[in-house]
């Protein structure tokens, strides 16, 4: 089945504690992209990757790295987690370009205390 | 700079009753505009884009560059059309590649 997934659904840490959310496609997408959802701010870009190492700035990339070192691949880290970023975080991907379709993951709700 | 702004973040209807959706955004080139929704405990997904120029589930929605709006509209709403729906924008080169989403409208269709 044609998905992107995401890993971990649900996740709850610590200030400071390191952590990676993986996303994966299985369209043989080029592009990709993190967003993150909050209520009344609607869906935010965090970073968006147009091909195999190539990444780019969103509109809310402080605080998080991306890497897309395989195509299918694009996890988001965040090295130092703020509660500020508690939030509902979706991955994307589509064909070719940011005007394709955009298909989502089913998110990640993540809790920084 | 590209924005995208849905000033209604609730709207209830009742069924059979018309449903308009506002979307305005500020893009100085060409946009490419899209309407996504979110169907509850289901994943955000693609409704229409302005390129297309169809009609999903009964909704259209007509790019006007004059005004600079994109509103969704439906002229029947039915129960299942409850959802939240988000305005999104991708602009030119000058852009780079972003997609731009507006606050998102939460719409109620009540029997």
């Known amino acids: 089945e044609a998905q992107v997934t995401q890993n971990p659904r649900y996740l709850i840490t610590v200030t400071g504690k390191k952590l990676t959310v993986t996303c994966s496609q299985n369209?043989?997408?080029?592009?990709m992209s993190w967003y993150r959802q909050d209520p009344g701010l609607g869906l935010r870009q965090i970073y968006y990757s147009m091909n195999v190492e190539v990444t780019d700035k969103g509109d809310v990339p402080e605080g998080y790295k991306v890497s897309r070192k395989e195509k299918r691949n694009f996890p988001l880290i965040l090295e130092s987690p703020s509660p500020n970023q508690t939030s509902l975080y979706f991955c994307?991907?589509?064909?070719?370009?940011?005007?394709?379709?955009?298909?989502f993951g089913p998110g990640t709700r993540l809790t920084v205390l | 700079a590209q924005r995208v702004t849905q000033p209604e973040k609730l709207l209830s209807v009742f069924k059979g009753a018309p449903v308009e959706l506002k979307c305005n955004y500020s893009?100085?080139?060409?946009?490419?505009l899209f309407w996504y929704v979110q169907y509850s405990r289901q994943r955000l997904q693609l409704l229409l884009r302005?390129?297309s120029r169809e009609s999903i589930k009964g909704f259209t929605a007509d790019l006007n560059k004059g005004e600079t709006s994109f509103h969704l509209k439906k002229p029947f709403a039915q129960e299942e059309d409850s959802a939240m729906y988000y305005c999104?924008?991708?602009?030119?080169?000058?852009?780079?590649?972003?997609?731009?989403f507006g606050e998102g409208t939460q719409l109620t269709v009540n029997p």
């Open positions: 994307a991907s589509s064909l070719y370009f940011r005007g394709d379709t955009q298909y």
């Open positions: 893009y100085s080139g060409s946009p490419e």
């Open positions: 302005h390129i």
């Open positions: 369209m043989n997408h080029e592009y």
């Open positions: 999104a924008l991708s602009g030119g080169e000058t852009s780079g590649s972003r997609l731009t």
